[in-house]
């Protein structure tokens, strides 16, 4: 399947890896669902896509709302086609010392990059297994395999 007959959609697109994954895609004509909290670097990463050849729909949302995520699956089909290629890229980190550290802090750390990747997987997965293709892409960080003194 050639880029420009895929859909694709990249949580945290609106910067880092996830938006360079957005330019990747975005060279080969791929229409690409851009998932990020903030309208205005996702804007901005539209304004690329677009310029590069792709096609973007913007869906400012905060990963850790399963509901929101399910929705932004749902209007992505809508506007853009079957789903082809889901990317897990959304993930926040607190670089403190533990002792810093509150539950809150853990817990939303927990909420992105842990059940951010779950809800995106099920939403994908929903809609790929009765099509029986897709792909799922999860992004890892560097401090999965190298822990920082603090």
Do not use: C, H
Not at 131 to 147: E, K, N, P, T, W
Request: proline fraction near 3%.
């Amino acid at each position: 399947m050639s880029g420009r007959n895929r859909t694709v959609v990249i949580t945290g697109s609106s910067a880092g890896v996830g938006r360079a994954t957005a330019r990747a895609f975005a060279r080969e004509g791929a229409r690409i669902a851009l998932i990020a909290r903030g309208r205005e670097r996702l804007e901005a990463a539209k304004r690329e896509v677009e310029a590069l050849g792709g096609k973007s729909l913007v869906l400012p949302l905060d990963v850790a709302d399963a509901a929101a995520i399910e929705a932004a699956a749902a209007e992505t089909e809508k506007e853009l086609g079957p789903i082809d290629v889901w990317v897990n890229n959304a993930m926040t980190s607190v670089f403190s010392p533990v002792r810093e550290m509150d539950a809150e802090d853990y817990k939303r750390v927990t909420e992105v990059t842990y059940l951010g990747y779950v809800y995106g997987t099920l939403a994908a997965l929903k809609r790929m297994l009765p099509r029986d293709r897709g792909v799922i892409v999860q992004v890892g960080s560097s401090l999965a395999y190298r822990g920082i003194p603090l």
